[in-house]
Nanobody
Framework: QVQLVESGGGLVHPGGSLRLSCAAS????????IGWFRQAPGTEREGVSC????????HYADSVKGRFSISRDNAKNTVYLQMNSLKPEDTAVYYC???????????????????????WGPGTQVTVSS
């Protein structure tokens, strides 16, 4: 059974850091694109970052460039999102999602479109507040 589970969320002060983890089971993620999305109350889901299949190419939303970094550990079947210099507007539920090797995000195409992803985790809450 394919499963994604996020962890690492929590409450942090502005300027602080968190590292989110997305652990995959039931499939090997090294050929899949893994995206991070977030959704705050009353807003649309936003694509935050994506790690393309098999290589080191990554993508970021303009709102997080220079502050967030995505990485993957294929041996652990896990993808990480390192979030630095957090701002109150980063507060949201964060989701990881997996797109198959034949779908656009694996090639960097429409990586920010949640409809391109087949599997989703339940989400982890990130709250940035003083």
């Amino acid at each position: 059974q394919v499963q994604l589970v996020e962890s690492g969320g929590g409450l942090v002060h502005p300027g602080g850091s968190l590292r989110l983890s997305c652990a995959a089971s039931g499939f090997t993620l090294d050929h899949w694109a893994i995206g991070w999305f977030r959704q705050a109350p009353g807003t649309e889901r936003e694509g935050v970052s994506c790690s393309r299949r098999g290589d080191i190419s990554t993508h970021y939303a303009d709102s997080v460039k220079g502050r967030f970094s995505i990485s993957r550990d294929n041996a652990k079947n896990t993808v990480y999102l390192q979030m630095n210099s957090l701002k109150p507007e980063d507060t949201a539920v964060y989701y990881c999602a997996a797109a198959p090797p034949w779908r656009g995000p694996a090639y960097g195409y429409r990586w920010y479109d949640g409809n391109e992803y087949d599997y989703w985790g339940p989400g982890t809450q990130v709250t940035v507040s003083s």
